[in-house]
């Protein structure tokens, strides 16, 4: 149980995509202090290798690995999962709830990582994937954010740092405390389509499913840019085709993947790379030092958990 100080555990580190070697290292290094044993499941193929391991473990550790009903009934004895990232909608909630699992994420470790590559994004899109026509600077453009959670302020750092105007919008956020934290206030998710760069940082719900649609997009200025770091089902995808085709100027920048890549590319024709930028695959926390962050936070985590009964970054 959570501050019961002093005894042996098993955490399990369940990766698909497996944490860099070094980030590995210092995750049992504090567990191995704290006299836990870490049970490695790394770059795992089926569904029930991860159903096997979990059956025998105090804690476990996760990327953007599913941990659905099905996992949690075969926890016999994990009393905490952890989340080495900001966003967790990869984890049942109602269902780690209803059996005194406790669930966390660590937010803010990756956002540094996310910030930079939303730069290099942009930089890139605005100098035309450098096919030697003339782009245009960032000074003095607006970015407005959907979201102003620990991600979103890391970027704004860096738009302060170019010379930006920045915007933010967030219903969880008193209006006093964004522009304390650097931004200027939007009253309404309307409001952050009149900024040429609209950055979203939700986390995937019913309220935002797809909430990204056809009538915001068409409010964007010209030249507007949707920077998607959140993930793609707040996008209607559908919708974001169409304006794209509509509109020449309109530009998506995008880490999380899309549906129906064929569509997009038909979209923007020739200009695939410059108005429509889509990483391979999700690469925004994927630096060495966001690595290590994410994984030693949620092994301290756990650690703090058990210990001492912490709960700060409990979902």
Request: glycine letters at 8%; a neutral charge; charged letters at 25%.
């Amino acid at each position: 149980m959570a501050g019961e100080a002093g005894k042996a555990r098993t955490v399990l580190l369940a990766t698909e995509k497996a944490f860099a070697a070094a980030a590995v290292t210092k995750i049992e290094d504090v567990l191995k202090a704290a006299n836990y044993t870490l049970k490695k499941l790394e770059n795992y193929k089926s569904k029930d290798e991860l159903l096997e391991a979990v059956a025998d473990v105090d804690a476990m550790i996760i990327r953007s690995d599913i941990v659905d009903q099905a996992v949690v009934d075969k926890a016999a004895k994990m009393k905490i999962v952890v989340r080495a990232g900001a966003g967790y909608d990869n984890i049942d909630l109602k269902a780690t709830e209803a059996k005194g699992i406790t669930s966390m994420n660590t937010p803010g470790q990756n956002a540094n990582a996310v910030a930079e590559l939303v730069f290099g994004m942009m930089l890139v899109s605005a100098r035309n994937n450098f096919d030697g026509t003339s782009g245009f600077e960032l000074v003095n453009r607006s970015i407005a954010f959907y979201g102003f959670g620990a991600v979103a302020r890391a970027v704004n750092k860096l738009a302060t740092g170019f010379g930006m105007k920045s915007y933010a919008y967030d219903p969880f956020i008193p209006a006093d405390k964004i522009k304390e934290m650097g931004a200027e206030p939007v009253a309404s998710v309307e409001g952050l389509f009149e900024h040429q760069y609209v950055s979203l940082h939700v986390p995937l719900t019913d309220q935002t499913k797809e909430s990204i649609n056809k009538a915001l997009l068409s409010k964007l200025p010209k030249g507007g840019t949707l920077i998607n770091t959140a993930r793609y089902e707040v996008v209607h995808e559908a919708d974001m085709c169409e304006v794209m085709k509509a509109r020449p100027d309109i530009c998506y920048l995008c880490d999380v993947g899309v549906k129906n890549m064929d569509a997009m590319k038909e979209a923007v024709g020739d200009k695939m790379g410059k108005r429509l930028i889509v990483t391979k695959k999700k690469m925004g926390a994927q630096t060495a030092e966001a690595n290590d962050n994410a994984g030693v936070a949620a092994a301290n985590q756990i650690v703090g958990f058990f210990e001492k009964g912490e709960t700060r970054f409990s979902l």
